[in-house]
């Protein structure tokens, strides 16, 4: 049986991994990969408009306290991959600028982002990348959850878009392939 390992480092999270946790009910699991987890201002206002308990969600940063709100030290750093109007190729979303520049800015161990466009412009800014798949076999291997096909049906059930090659991958390396 796999084993639990002690916490590591710090992360920011983006929009879609930390709705993601929140659908699986395992957010709160994420302090024993992760000892601090940032989620940035804008993140959490997507968050709050998307998810079914906005409440729900103040609570949780109030309880977890390895959840911790964080702004943006260098805004134009954001808009330059994020607003059309400053980079007309502008290739991400607000709350994947914000979590790459915060991730950047507090030297976090792991940014955590789902989408390939913020993965790689993430990686072009030297920083290491995990996303909720790679969460799950992180928590699968510490014993924390016994199976991730159960956890990607229920994304996927959630239009969580996963491409079948990934989940393939995914399960293929979780020994459930």
Partial sequence: ???????????????????????????????????????????????????????????????????????????NRVKLLYDRRMNPRAPIHRGEAEAIVQASERRASKVLIDERAGTKIAQ????????????????KRMGIIPKIEPQIKHLRRTNFWLSDSVVKRTLEEAGEG
């Fill in 1 to 75: 049986m796999a084993r639990r390992r002690m916490a590591a480092g710090t992360a920011v999270i983006d929009t879609s991994c930390l709705l993601s946790l929140l659908s699986l009910n395992l957010l709160a699991k994420a302090v024993l990969r992760y000892g601090v987890i940032y989620v940035p201002q804008h993140v959490l206002a997507e968050v709050n408009a998307r998810w079914h308990d906005p409440d729900g969600l103040r609570r949780l940063l109030k309880h977890h306290t390895f959840l911790r709100k964080c702004s943006i030290g260098d805004e």
């Fill in 124 to 139: 072009q800014h030297s920083l290491n990348v995990n996303s909720t798949l790679g969460l799950l076999l992180d928590f």
